[in-house]
């Protein structure tokens, strides 16, 4: 069972609509990760939040914007997308964001369809 | 940069057999984690293994063992007694201490479990 809880689960947005994503751990850590993976792809890092911070935003298009209200949840806002933002984006959680030996667990993803 | 190479896109074992997921890395780092993830079809990635690279004992979680070789970057997941359940996309993943949140994943390895 993943302690990491994503909403919705699938997502169909037109180009002008407004959206969120929704993440929630239950595990206390104090890192939260978006990240988002293409079909037969890995994962690519967008945002980092560490101690509710946004410590790392990897040149996401700012059609995309994340949130931390606190140290349990991490929104993604949507704005404005284009058909090849559709993808899978996995909310992740770590202990701690830095350190190397904090294992990021992830969340079961959120299928996102832009049409 | 560094960089995680798993040069087998698709591997097929029988049930019950034992088969080896290859993967390297390429690094000038002396402290470095290393992870494998397992992506089934519902699209989670869940966590099977990690090594740190200062244990020179080879990690090992019930039928999941790793080979990791530090002198020749190599770092090979075995699973034994292969199951149906098994069947997934797994991806090696290497993490740096020091540069905060950066994870590299491989390009994946998909296993077929043949019944």
């Known amino acids: 069972d993943t302690e990491v809880t994503q909403t919705p689960k699938h997502l169909v947005m037109g180009m002008t609509n407004k959206k969120s994503l929704k993440c929630e751990q239950h595990?206390?850590?104090?890192?939260m990760y978006w990240y988002k993976q293409k079909a037969k792809k890995p994962p690519e890092l967008m945002f980092v939040?560490?101690?509710?911070?946004?410590?790392i935003n990897e040149s996401v298009p700012s059609r995309f914007s994340p949130e931390c209200p606190n140290s349990s949840l991490l929104n993604l806002h949507l704005h404005a997308l284009q058909p090849e933002d559709s993808a899978l984006y996995l909310c992740a959680s770590s202990q701690m964001a830095g350190g190397g030996g904090n294992t990021i667990y992830f969340g079961e993803g959120s299928w996102l369809t832009v049409v | 940069a560094q960089t995680v190479t798993q040069s087998q896109p698709e591997m097929s074992v029988q049930e019950a057999e034992t088969v080896t997921l290859s993967c390297t890395y390429d690094t000038s780092e002396s402290d470095y984690y290393l992870f494998w993830y397992k992506q089934p079809p519902s699209r989670q990635m869940i966590l099977v293994i990690r090594q740190e690279a200062y244990k020179q004992q080879n990690a090992t979680e019930n039928r999941f063992s790793v080979n990791f070789q530090k002198a020749a970057k190599s770092f090979s997941l075995k699973i034994s007694d292969s199951q149906l359940g098994d069947a997934a996309m797994y991806f090696c993943a290497y993490r740096s201490p020091y540069n905060n949140n950066d994870m590299r994943f491989g390009a994946g390895t998909r296993l077929t479990v043949k019944p």
């Open positions: 939040y560490s101690y509710e911070k946004l410590s």
């Open positions: 595990m206390g850590h104090r890192a």
